[in-house]
């Protein structure tokens, strides 16, 4: 399987001549759904879900399914009748050729003065795990954790302690685009030293084997 790296939240994954997208959210290049068989979305934030984005992939592929929580499938189900299935924690799937296991519920508490919203991670063929905006911890191993590393209701401290408690064998940067170039070796240092595990940051269009 191959990952390729999109702006912020968005990655994209390849195997067998089939892609699945994550997140292709308004952060996102605007054809960061475009050629996508599969679609997942893990809330409805725009910086995760945009519908121009969506409905450009959609359109693109006829075939094309998008797999989402209920807020999101309901603002485009209308408009692509049979493709946008709406998913919950718990739910195991199968989308061309793609394994995927829906874990997580809410939202990561950004105030708490603001209500949470719900929020799921997608955990694909038992390896890749991307868990929104949430510090998820599947119920399964992960091979590969897509790490939120910047957000405004995070800090590096739970961070880090989120990469411990997961395990995972490597840990990819994702949700950075607040990430100043200046911060970046801090978040590095820390979270490479301190997670115990291999972790690394990808630049936007940068692609790796898993």
Same mark, same amino acid.
């Given at each position: ?21 994550? /997140?292709?959210?308004? #952060?996102?290049?605007? @054809? !960061? ?8 979305? %893990?809330?409805?934030? +725009? ?77 694909? /063929?038992?390896?890749? #795990?991307?868990?929104? @905006? !949430? ?8 091979? %590969?954790?897509?790490? +939120? ?62």
């Amino acid at each position: 399987m191959k990952l390729t790296k999109k702006s912020h939240a968005c990655v994209r994954l390849e195997k067998d001549g089939r892609t699945l997208v994550i /997140d292709p959210g308004g #952060f996102s290049e605007e @054809d !960061a759904a475009v050629g996508a068989d599969v679609v997942l979305v %893990t809330h409805e934030h +725009p910086d995760h879900f945009d519908e121009y984005r969506l409905r450009a992939g959609l359109e693109g592929n006829p075939a094309a399914e998008l797999w989402t929580l209920r807020s999101v499938a309901d603002r485009l189900s209308a408009a692509f009748p049979g493709r946008v299935h709406t998913v919950g924690h718990g739910d195991v799937f199968s989308a061309a050729g793609f394994d995927v296991q829906v874990h997580g519920e809410l939202h990561a508490v950004i105030h708490p003065d603001i209500p949470r919203i719900t929020n799921v991670g997608y955990l694909v /063929d038992g390896s890749v #795990f991307h868990p929104g @905006d !949430a510090l998820t911890v599947p119920e399964h191993p992960v091979e %590969t954790l897509l790490l +939120p590393v910047m957000a405004p209701w995070s800090k590096i401290s739970e961070v880090i302690d989120y990469v411990r408690e997961v395990k995972p064998r490597r840990a990819i940067d994702i949700h950075d685009a607040l990430l100043t170039d200046l911060a970046r070796p801090i978040y590095d240092r820390q979270i490479g030293g301190l997670g115990g595990t291999d972790h690394g940051r990808m630049t936007p269009g940068d692609s790796t084997g898993l």
